[in-house]
């Protein structure tokens, strides 16, 4: 019997990245969906049921740790961890992540071994 995958959920509005990030993750064995919308992210979430979420900081409508305070305020979806990918290497948002509670904290351009070894480690860490 095979080990279930686990679910990976992107989040970010460029396309590019969430379709490389996509077939990485599933190139690596894991399940993903990706969300180009933050404002349905947690609908989605709560669908979807994610075993770890990876998302953009910086996108329209909301941000990445909008998006994380209101996870960690809801029992449903305080568990789940989050990984925050961007392209801003600023301290207070890598910071102002850690703070709400990021696993980690991920810069962009990303290097796909690097990330995959992260969500590994953080998903170990789940005991999942």
Known sequence: MSEKKKKVLVIDDEVL?????KATLVN???EAVTLESPKEAEAVIRKTKPDLI?????????NGLEILKRLKKDPETAKIPVIIFSGSQERADILGGQQ???YEY???????RVLVAKIRSVLNLQGK
């Not at 991920?106 to 796909?112: E, F, G, L, Y």
């Open 54 to 62: 990876l998302m953009d900081l910086y996108m329209p409508e909301l």
């Open 28 to 30: 690596s064995n894991f």
């Open 106 to 112: 991920v810069t962009k351009p990303i290097d796909n």
């Open 17 to 21: 990245i969430r379709e490389v990030v």
């Open 100 to 102: 709400i509670g990021v």
